[in-house]
């Protein structure tokens, strides 16, 4: 995969993509806040663990979920499918984080903070928390020492489970705890699995010296969210946000704050709801830009999305406007808001920037 972008409505912008550009958007150092372990999964992978495990899909089901259309429906079916018929021992888990960081690194992500969700494995497959995560940590360090690129895992609530669910899932985190798990995320269907319904394990898991970050705001959910989850969890950054920009006062506090915004050009419900002639003019990225805040793009669930990295910057240019200068800022947002620590953070935007000024076109 290589700088793809999948089925987006055309650029309105009227920018020119040259090969030139590509080779910036494929080169710049890039760190990843925002990918889900599971939407990361090659079709080719998903086919031969289906095999694997004699899980009831055909070849045509396969091609089925990565299908993506104009209007895309949600991915969160293809995850279920993964969690309860197609990933069901350690190992697989340690092939998907491996192949996952071997596309990223493909694309220069130097680092990656990457999401999995624990619940459902547990639950309904019956694997234990500490192998799998031991499973997806032998993937990280093999990847580290083929690719050269460092990685962070987050496991993260799923939010259609109890909340009895997600304070077992942060005690097992706390249990089994290892430098390169940073800290929790949360995630899955928001509409009507408020943020505060989490707010124990949330704070369980800060009392631990994790840090913590959550998706909010996703799918047209209320800005009340938002605000939850930085005023009641206190988390360190926020997983999209986009409906932040209907309270100007939550605006501003969070310009205050410097909160870093992972957010996701790719995301499905704005691709579905917004007129696929004015999507990339009327996307809550756009405004969340010139509010000031700071937004740093992701691909989510990139081979679901039919995006990688590269793709995901290429889109930043030629769908939303922005040019050297911003995608600058967005790339020293993201070093702000990764869980590294200030040393890195430091040597990173030093060496960062001098390589991307003299790549920038
Ligand atoms: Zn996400």
């Not at 619940?119 to 990280?140: C, F, H, K, N, W």
């Amino acid at each position: 995969m290589t700088n793809a972008i999948g089925n987006v409505p055309r650029a309105m912008t009227g920018r020119v993509v040259t090969s030139l550009h590509k080779a910036f958007f494929l080169r710049l150092p890039k760190v990843e806040l925002h990918c889900h372990l599971l939407g990361a999964v090659r079709r080719e992978t998903f086919e031969a663990l289906s095999v694997k495990h004699r899980a009831p899909f055909s070849r045509e089901d396969v091609a089925g979920f990565y299908r993506r259309e104009g209007k895309p429906t949600g991915v969160l079916r293809v995850l279920r499918a993964l969690e309860s018929q197609v990933l069901l021992e350690p190992d697989d888990f340690r092939r998907i984080t491996y192949e996952y960081l071997e596309d990223a690194a493909r694309e220069s992500v130097r680092h990656a903070e990457f999401f999995w969700n624990p619940t459902a494995t547990l639950r309904d497959v019956g694997l234990s928390y500490a192998e799998v995560q031991a499973s997806i940590l032998r993937g990280m360090g093999d990847a580290a020492t083929d690719f050269g690129i460092r990685s962070l895992l987050i496991p993260a609530i799923d939010r259609e489970a109890s909340a009895a669910e997600a304070n077992e899932m942060v005690r097992l985190v706390i249990a089994s705890r290892d430098d390169a798990v940073a800290g929790i995320g949360i995630d899955y269907r928001e509409t009507d699995r408020p943020p505060e319904l989490f707010g124990e394990a949330f704070r369980m898991a800060k009392a631990a010296g994790l840090r913590t970050t959550a998706h909010a705001g996703e799918f047209g959910t209320p800005w009340i969210n938002v605000a939850t989850v930085i005023d009641e969890l206190q988390v360190d950054r926020v997983d999209h946000g986009y409906t932040v920009i209907d309270n100007s006062e939550l605006v501003r506090r969070c310009v205050e704050k410097g909160v870093v915004f992972t957010i996701v050009p790719t995301n499905s419900y704005y691709m579905r709801t917004l007129d696929p002639e004015r999507w990339a003019i009327e996307h809550p990225i756009r405004r969340m830009v010139e509010l000031g805040l700071k937004v740093h793009p992701n691909t989510d669930d990139p081979t679901l999305h039919h995006v990688s990295p590269a793709g995901t910057w290429e889109l930043m240019y030629s769908h939303f406007g922005y040019v050297a200068r911003d995608l600058r800022t967005m790339m020293l947002n993201g070093i702000d808001g990764s869980w590294v620590d200030e040393d890195r953070k430091r040597s990173w935007r030093t060496q960062w920037t001098a390589e991307f000024d003299a790549m920038a076109v």
